[in-house]
């Protein structure tokens, strides 16, 4: 039977930096070699909890294990876990090779030994040839994968990244989710990822935990935190979807709950043409594959998204809302 010890386990883990509450009673596992996402606004802890893991900070109260082990005292470089950070931190008068093979130096590692691992690790990050190079002679997107090589290259158990890609334009930000997704498979490495992109998190992460205010307001598949939310926190933030009163919801589900429902599963009919809600439109915003209209429900505001191709009403029409009643995931917040 696989070993089912978490890679990373949170127990009522609190740092509290004054009266801050960066991290506050958080309960959390991480399943080895499991891609987990931790996303959440600004200031909500992600940093924080990485830092924890990554032994640079102390909780408060509370205690972590790594692989089944206690991480009090433990200090960093004994952690088996090494972090990539969003500026990279490379050492700008090394070459790549060399920043590459610090970590392996810093433990004692004869030189020729440690160039033939970090030459390794350079193919696996698809700059084979590059370690002559000084990081200022790279393009953004190659310094991040210098950044990954000089972590990977101590093959640690769990590899920490905060917001890595977040210095890269929006091309390149994709190609290297690709990457760093297929990469991570391919090594089997516990990857733990911050970030504050809800599309980042949705495509690239196993699990997902959604951060609010040092909480944990949601952990689970992205599936499940998409279509699922428990929350008008994590509806909201995860993918702008509608968030609905109580009054509203109940009409349809018979449930006093609030509610979400994906603009995308709103259809957008022209006014008289059969029943729904009758809503006019506020503004029509055109996005290229669709265009999100944002509408007004009698009081109530809603957005929908309407693939390219369809009908699209102008701003100031008066139009009828339908959706799939399954499409209505009632929430677990009563009013
Ligand atoms: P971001 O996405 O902006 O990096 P985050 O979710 O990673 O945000 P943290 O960096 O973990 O958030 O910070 C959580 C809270 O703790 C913030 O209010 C922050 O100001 C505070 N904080 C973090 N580190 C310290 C510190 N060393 N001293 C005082 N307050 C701190």
Not at 24 to 42: H, Q, R, T, Y
Not at 278 to 289: D, H, I
Request: aromatic share 8%; charged share 20%.
């Amino acid at each position: 039977m696989a070993d089912m010890t978490p890679a990373v386990s949170f127990r009522k883990v609190s740092r509290h930096f004054g009266s801050v509450r960066a991290v506050d009673g958080v309960d959390l596992d991480i399943v080895p070699g499991e891609f987990f996402a931790m996303l959440g606004p600004s200031g909500s802890g992600k940093t924080t909890c990485l830092r924890l893991i990554a032994g640079f900070e102390q909780p408060s109260s509370g205690h972590i294990e790594i692989f089944g082990e206690r991480a009090e005292g433990v200090p960093p470089y004994r952690r088996n876990v090494n972090t990539v950070f969003q500026d990279y931190a490379l050492f700008p008068h090394l070459n790549v090779l060399d920043n590459v093979a610090y970590g392996l130096m810093v433990k004692g590692m004869a030189k020729a030994e440690r160039h033939r691992m970090a030459e390794e690790v350079l193919s696996l990050v698809r700059l084979p040839g590059y370690g002559g190079r000084k990081p200022g002679q790279l393009s953004g997107g190659q310094r991040q994968r210098v950044a990954l090589a000089r972590a990977l290259v101590n093959r640690p158990k769990v590899l920490l990244l905060d917001e890595p890609l977040g210095a890269l334009d929006l091309k390149l930000r994709e190609g290297m989710q690709e990457e760093l997704k297929a990469l991570q498979k391919a090594l089997g490495i516990t990857f733990v990822f911050v970030t504050h992109d809800q599309g980042e998190a949705l495509s690239m992460a196993d699990r997902v935990a959604v951060f609010n205010d040092g909480r944990i307001m949601q952990v689970g598949a992205p599936e499940d935190i998409y279509q699922r939310p428990r929350s008008r926190f994590v509806a909201d933030f995860v993918g702008s979807s509608n968030v609905l009163p109580p009054e509203f919801v109940q009409r349809w589900s018979g449930q006093a709950r609030w509610g979400s429902l994906r603009p995308e599963a709103i259809r957008v009919q022209k006014a008289a043409s059969g029943e729904g809600v009758a809503a006019r439109v506020v503004s029509t915003n055109y996005l290229g594959s669709s265009t999100r209209l944002a509408l007004d429900a009698g009081g109530l505001r809603l957005h929908a998204s309407i693939p390219a191709g369809f009908y699209l009403p102008d701003a100031g029409e008066a139009v009828v809302l339908t959706f799939n009643r399954e499409h209505l995931h009632v929430m677990d917040e009563s009013a």
